[in-house]
């Protein structure tokens, strides 16, 4: 098969419509346009999403409103009562164990732990970010908090 051997199926394409060749044709005349009027003109009609001066459709939406940040950091919080709830004395938690209990949907988001609940066993934190009334409780539990490293992807395009 070759380019010039390819051909539209059939019924898929029609004559076009010749307006204006006199009254027999049944479109001539005025062609179909009616009588005066700005469709009637040449170049006539309004632009896309005029509305005769209303206030248009377009302006009315409260679409994409304000700015938004591309490079901002969403960290996903978990709590110190999940936390004490799912994992042994002496653990160490880190983002793919929470992940692994359930507390984190996706492995590879920051973490925040804050501290909402107490906590009476000593854990290990691996997290990106912690509070500080939540360090304090790990601390006094006999745990120890590491802060990881969090990077944001850097090689966006600027806009």
Same mark, same amino acid.
Do not use: C, W
């Given at each position: 098969?070759?380019?010039h051997?390819l051909?539209?199926?059939?019924?898929?394409?029609?004559?076009?419509?010749?307006?204006?060749?006199g009254?027999?044709? &049944?479109?001539?005349?005025?062609?179909?346009?009616?009588?005066?009027?700005?469709?009637?003109?040449?170049?006539?009609?309004?632009r896309?999403?005029?509305?005769?001066?209303?206030?248009?459709?377009?302006?009315?939406?409260?679409?994409m409103?304000?700015?938004?940040?591309?490079?901002?950091?969403?960290y996903?919080p978990?709590?110190?009562? &999940?936390?004490?709830?799912?994992?042994?004395?002496? /653990? #160490?938690?880190?983002?793919?164990s929470?992940?692994?209990?359930?507390?984190l949907?996706?492995?590879k988001q920051?973490?925040v732990?804050?501290?909402?609940?107490?906590?009476?066993?000593?854990? #290990?934190?691996?997290? #990106?970010?912690?509070?500080?009334? /939540?360090?304090?409780?790990?601390?006094? /539990?006999?745990?120890s908090?590491?802060?990881?490293p969090? /990077?944001?992807?850097?090689?966006?395009?600027?806009?």
């Amino acid at each position: 098969m070759k380019l010039h051997d390819l051909r539209p199926d059939e019924g898929a394409t029609r004559k076009r419509k010749r307006v204006g060749r006199g009254r027999g044709s &049944r479109r001539g005349k005025t062609a179909g346009r009616g009588t005066k009027g700005q469709n009637a003109r040449s170049g006539g009609g309004v632009r896309l999403g005029y509305e005769g001066g209303q206030l248009t459709f377009i302006r009315r939406l409260p679409k994409m409103r304000g700015f938004v940040n591309r490079f901002k950091v969403t960290y996903t919080p978990v709590n110190l009562d &999940r936390m004490s709830e799912r994992f042994e004395a002496d /653990a #160490h938690v880190t983002p793919a164990s929470l992940f692994d209990t359930g507390l984190l949907g996706d492995s590879k988001q920051p973490v925040v732990v804050l501290a909402r609940g107490d906590i009476d066993k000593p854990l #290990h934190l691996q997290v #990106h970010r912690i509070s500080g009334s /939540a360090r304090e409780k790990i601390e006094a /539990a006999g745990g120890s908090v590491e802060i990881l490293p969090f /990077a944001v992807n850097k090689n966006l395009p600027r806009s």
